[in-house]
């Protein structure tokens, strides 16, 4: 049976690292590694790089909360975004020199991709509303057709078919003297105001 190494390879920590994103237990990352690279790795080692990396994950959440912040005072300072760029890029050589000390494309490009990926999660945020709604719409739907399915069959009075799309689409409202409905008031809205 092999010894344990004190160091892993590239590959086994691509594999530690993908098993923490992922929540995995300490034992099954160990296996993973095992059976893919043929490294056995000790669950303590993968509990304390995960540590490690919940860790650094913390402080970089933390730093970002600070950045945002910081990008909030100099907004309401009345910086413009020139003014707004030098101060970042001033603040980031202040925390840690080294940080950008190579290129200073390489930061300008970091913050576009920081952007984009904000941006690509408030179109997923907006997708999900869009499916839930979409959802809901089609559940009315599918009871709606039931409803009228049975209306046609003659198995329910056409009265109690009127009275079942009222409760799923709501009541529609009419105005005195008006021939078609100008407003709907779903049924749920009906129940909470006592009518």
Same mark, same amino acid.
């Given at each position: ?19 923490i ?44 909360? &600070?950045?945002?912040?910081? !990008?909030?005072?100099? +907004?309401?300072?009345? #910086?413009? =975004?020139?003014?707004l760029?030098?101060?970042? %890029? ?24 920081r952007?984009a990926?904000e941006?690509?999660?408030?179109? &997923?945020?907006?997708?999900? !509303?869009?499916?839930? +709604?979409?959802?809901? #719409?089609? =559940? ?5 057709t039931? %409803? ?48």
């Amino acid at each position: 049976m092999p010894k344990p190494r004190k160091s892993i390879s590239a590959q086994a920590a691509s594999i530690l690292l993908a098993g923490i994103e992922a929540q995995k237990t300490n034992l099954a990352i160990s296996e993973e590694i095992l059976t893919q690279t043929g490294e056995r790795v000790a669950t303590r080692t993968i509990g304390r790089r995960k540590a490690e990396w919940w860790s650094h994950r913390k402080i970089n959440e933390a730093a970002r909360e &600070r950045a945002q912040m910081i !990008v909030a005072e100099l +907004k309401n300072s009345g #910086l413009n =975004g020139s003014d707004l760029v030098h101060a970042q %890029v001033v603040q980031l050589l202040l925390d840690d020199p080294a940080q950008i000390a190579g290129d200073p494309k390489l930061v300008i490009s970091s913050e576009k991709n920081r952007i984009a990926r904000e941006r690509i999660e408030i179109m &997923r945020g907006r997708l999900d !509303v869009d499916r839930r +709604k979409m959802a809901l #719409l089609e =559940g009315r739907e599918n009871r709606a057709t039931a %409803v009228l399915d049975s209306a046609k069959q003659g198995s329910k009075d056409p009265k109690e078919a009127l009275e079942s799309l009222y409760a799923i689409f709501g009541r529609p409202q009419l105005e005195r003297g008006a021939l078609y409905p100008t407003e709907v008031i779903p049924a749920s809205a009906k129940e909470s105001n006592g009518a």
